[in-house]
């Protein structure tokens, strides 16, 4: 019977899930077909649903991963400071009884009962990580104490969001995740790169230390629909300057190499991460590995917008890495997980999307694009 007043209680939140118990669905021999047969959401579903805190959480990821999570049934806490981000990304979630958006900034202490953490805040694209060098490596390393600490009161598992920066310009191609890289600590992307190795450091001396249940993802090149139009990463630059009939600016010659994730496989390996065996730490690598030069990019940008737009020639910014693979073997064995989307289909998608906002309602997070 208890079974039943649980389904009564999570239909609200769990509109989606399919009815999991037998008994209710086909009735018990001799036995009246209970009250809520077809909503019988088993013990099993309610001691699955988690108080998940997402930093970064209105972001380009941190939304869609927001969305998965109550899609699950999960009560989800979105924590951001809008830096580079703006409501409207989680407007839709305002009104769903298991969100709730904190404005806060991630660099202090805050107080919340939690039992997992995706950690995400962080400027991601490199004119905002660049505008305030040392607001990005406080965001990054103080971003993960509090995160930490949290999570070692809380007995909280938490999952740090790195990147594929923390191997620098690579001279090991593709990158497995036992490369230790090749960053340079005193150049202009040395503030994320750095801030995020040193991120890196601290989750697994927390876990070593003090038992906490640590997860650190190594994110390659993610592209899909919200990303901030003005956040100068080159997707998005390509597609806004395609459907605006402005130049395609090329840095560079345009034959550095990156991979291309789209968000949705992005997600699904945060979330199998995150869901994964306790012994298995990470680091991981997630990332496409389909390997494009940025000319090539530009090239299918062009050819998916049927845009007239014509390329110039920008000088290559300093540190840029020339190439980029995630070897993806580990994550393929530990989480059974494998990128599905190809880059012209999301491409598609994005392209759709961005024709589909009214890019005048965005303004640059910071000045320097
Ligand atoms: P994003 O800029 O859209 O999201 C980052 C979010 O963090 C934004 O909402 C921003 O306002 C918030 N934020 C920044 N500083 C903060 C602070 N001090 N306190 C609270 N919130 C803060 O970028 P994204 O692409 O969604 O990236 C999310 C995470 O994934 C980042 O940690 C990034 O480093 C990592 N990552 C992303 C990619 C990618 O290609 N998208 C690649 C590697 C790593
Ligand atoms: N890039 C480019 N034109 C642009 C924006 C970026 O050619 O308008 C290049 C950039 O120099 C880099 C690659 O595209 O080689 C990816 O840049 P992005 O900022 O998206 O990501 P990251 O360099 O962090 O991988």
Known sequence: MACHRFAKRAKPRF???RPRCKAATQGVPGRRTPKYAGLCYTFHIMASIKRILVTGGAGFLGSHLCERLIEQGHDVICLDNFFTSQKSNVNHLLGRPNFELLR??????IWLEVDEIYNLACPAAPGHYQYNPIKTMKTSVMGAINVLGMAKRCRAKVLQASTSEVYG???????????RGSVNPIGPRACYDEGKRAAETLFMDYHRANGVNVRIVRIFNTYGPRMHPYDGRVISNFIRQALQGEDITIF???RQTRSFCYRDDLVDGLIRMMNGPDDFCGPVNLGNPGEFTIRELA???????????TFVVRPL????????RPDITLARERLGWQPTVALSDGLVKTIDWFRSIDISEYRPPTPNY
Do not use: F, I
């Not at 806060?104 to 202490?109: A, G, Q």
């Open 299 to 309: 090239e299918l940008v062009l050819k998916l917008t049927g845009a007239k737009s």
């Open 104 to 109: 806060h900034d991630v660099t202090l202490p």
């Open 169 to 179: 310009d690579p001279q090991v191609h593709p990158q497995p995740e036992s490369y």
């Open 15 to 17: 509109p989606n899930l």
């Open 317 to 324: 910014p300093a540190d840029d890495p020339t190439q980029r």
């Open 252 to 254: 560079g010659v345009g």
